[in-house]
């Protein structure tokens, strides 16, 4: 049962709807929605709008202020385009690019979005079909553009999509222009104000003359060219998840010289619907099922997988067993950082002073332990890759040379002309990873025990506690106000000596009492404990989905390698104890 006052308000929202302004499908939609026995879908359509985050809109398409559809999609461009003339208004033309992802509505969503810009006089670079993500942002930059919009719900479920917003240097929007953004959004007070008639005049469509160059500029990011010429037919196994990967990754990958792509047609087949995963999350085993059993059928190198907008990446190679495994997403950044580092050194290009990497503050610390002993600079950042960009763009123009950036979340960017995570570039130099291991007479797994003896091992564990709708919006406000209030005093028998809190930008040393600021560039919601063994927990609400994530990592040496295996029972034995004390 819901509260009458909330269902009284919800019912005035929803016969908004049927006013003039609202296409008849949607006002069709609305009334079965207020005809209904059961108000459960009015309720989650209407509690309230859709809100236009930091990073733009994510949500479940339908009818309803809180669902994506057309006028959603239509009040965030409006309230951006109204932003960018007042923010660019001494440029004789504004210029964005509009892409998509494969997602059902996609496509519908995007010309809606370039239709609005171009009603509102702003030059419009509209891509013919869907592209990845991370090649909006590189257009962006390519173009010369003042913003962006991709219209992706990333690895969400079949029923979501959402709008991803950028900025000029391709990242996507910071302070101020993300607050300022949401001021003009939340001040479209009316459908009526939104333009929805466009200009064709400035919409131009755009596709294989960004396509070659992007992949093009990708091919310079090779370390190893000699290797990978040499190992030319290892066996790669790819799978795009049916998303828009499908034709651009294969062609990098091929650009790198590798010629062995090894495809599972089944999910070469780019579909909204994503036929064959209960979820297009390549951080899920479920997701991964089919590109296992095509390795294990072909005996293959490595296997690797993009996510539906091709911006993460997802990796498998054989386990100490000889079966092939998942590898988690803080192994793949421990795997790039690792590679990136000690190349440039092999090479004589390491320049200690101005290389510096990038990872966010969930991610593994073992990456912080090989800078500091290569003696380059590492940032932490918040999660989220605007962040990484926001490093990046700082330090553009001074003598700083980016070597990588990634996080946890199975994202990473090897390359400074996108601002945003790649798999169109991550994928092939994993596979010169993958030739340069082998050319060394390791596989990737003796590579990663290598990593694992010389820097210290550490695993780590994310798990995500879902709590959809308006209930779980509370319970989940509410488990974060717990951990803040009754912080945890020892964790796994180890006393937690250190908890940092990046929404009061404080940390605590419980050893000491001493309390000292958090050098960051805002405030997040994101709590993090430290415990005596080196142990670090960290906790945050997802910031696109309904769920609280919780990260851990544990650490401890590794003198053998005939050790790894009993170490990574140590490992999760201890951290199911974690989960143990944290209630989870």
């Not at 009316?190 to 500029?217: A, M, T």
């Not at 330090?395 to 798999?423: M, N, Q, W």
Request: glycine share 8%; proline share 4%; hydrophobic share 35%.
């Amino acid at each position: 049962m819901f509260d009458q006052e909330l269902l009284k308000q919800v019912t005035e929202k929803a016969q908004q709807w049927l006013r003039e302004g609202y296409d008849p499908e949607t006002q069709a939609q609305v009334r079965a929605m207020l005809d209904s026995n059961d108000k459960s879908e009015l309720v989650e359509s209407f509690y309230k709008d859709l809100e236009f985050g930091t990073g733009g809109l994510r949500g479940i398409m339908g009818a309803g202020s809180n669902r994506m559809n057309i006028y959603t999609v239509g009040s965030a461009t409006q309230g951006l385009a109204n932003y960018m003339k007042e923010a660019f208004k001494d440029l004789p033309q504004i210029k964005v690019v509009v892409g998509h992802d494969v997602r059902n509505n996609s496509r519908l969503f995007a010309e809606t979005v370039a239709n609005i810009f171009s009603a509102n006089g702003i030059k419009v670079y509209l891509f013919e079909g869907p592209r990845p993500t991370p090649e909006v942002s590189y257009a962006i930059r390519l173009l010369g553009c003042q913003s962006g919009v991709n219209i992706t719900a990333s690895h969400n479920p079949k029923e979501y999509n959402g709008y991803k917003a950028y900025w000029d240097d391709g990242a996507q929007v910071v302070s101020p222009h993300d607050v300022n953004i949401i001021k003009h959004v939340n001040a479209i007070a009316d459908v009526s104000e939104i333009k929805f008639e466009g200009n064709p005049d400035l919409i131009e469509i755009i596709g294989e003359d960004i396509d070659s160059q992007y992949i093009e500029q990708i091919h310079t990011l090779s370390l190893s060219p000699e290797v990978d010429k040499k190992h030319h037919d290892l066996k790669i196994v790819y799978t795009p998840i049916h998303g828009v990967g499908r034709d651009i990754v294969p062609r990098s990958i091929k650009r790198w010289g590798f010629d062995n792509i090894i495809h599972i047609p089944e999910q070469d087949v780019m579909s909204g619907d994503f036929p064959t995963v209960p979820q297009p999350n390549p951080e899920m085993r479920s997701a991964m099922e089919m590109a296992i059993a095509k390795a294990t059928e072909v005996e293959a190198d490595i296997a690797l997988a993009s996510d539906p907008d091709a911006d993460r990446i997802s990796v498998v190679f054989k386990n100490n067993k000889g079966e092939y495994d998942l590898v988690n997403g803080n192994q793949i950044q421990l795997i790039f950082h690792y590679y990136l580092i000690t190349r440039n050194a092999e090479l004589g290009r390491l320049d200690r002073d101005n290389d510096y990497i990038v990872k966010t503050i969930v991610t593994s610390e073992t990456i912080a332990r090989i800078a500091k002993a290569q003696g380059i600079k590492m940032y932490d950042c918040y999660t989220g890759f605007k962040w990484i960009a926001s490093v990046m763009r700082d330090l553009e123009g001074t003598p700083a040379r980016y070597l990588g950036g990634g996080e946890e979340s199975y994202g990473f960017l090897p390359e400074d002309f996108v601002r945003d995570k790649d798999s169109v570039s991550s994928i092939p130099l994993m596979c010169e990873i993958a030739a340069w291991a082998k050319e060394r007479g390791q596989s990737m797994n003796d590579m990663l025990i290598e990593l694992y003896m010389t820097y210290g091992y550490s695993k780590e564990r994310g798990i995500s506690v879902v709590r959809p709708g308006k209930s779980g919006a509370d319970e989940i406000a509410a488990m974060m106000v717990n951990f803040r209030e009754h912080p945890q005093e020892q964790i796994a028998g180890s006393p937690v000596v250190l908890i940092k809190d990046f929404q009061l930008l404080e940390q605590r040393d419980l050893r000491t009492g001493q309390v000292t600021k958090l050098d960051m560039p805002t405030t997040s919601n994101v709590l993090q404990y430290y415990t005596e063994d080196g142990t670090k927990v960290s906790i945050r609400p997802s910031g696109t989905e309904p769920k609280i994530k919780f990260y851990i990592e544990v650490h401890d040496k590794l003198d053998k390698a005939e050790n790894y295996d009993a170490k990574n029972e140590w490992a999760d034995q201890k951290i199911d104890r974690i989960c143990h004390d944290l209630g989870i």
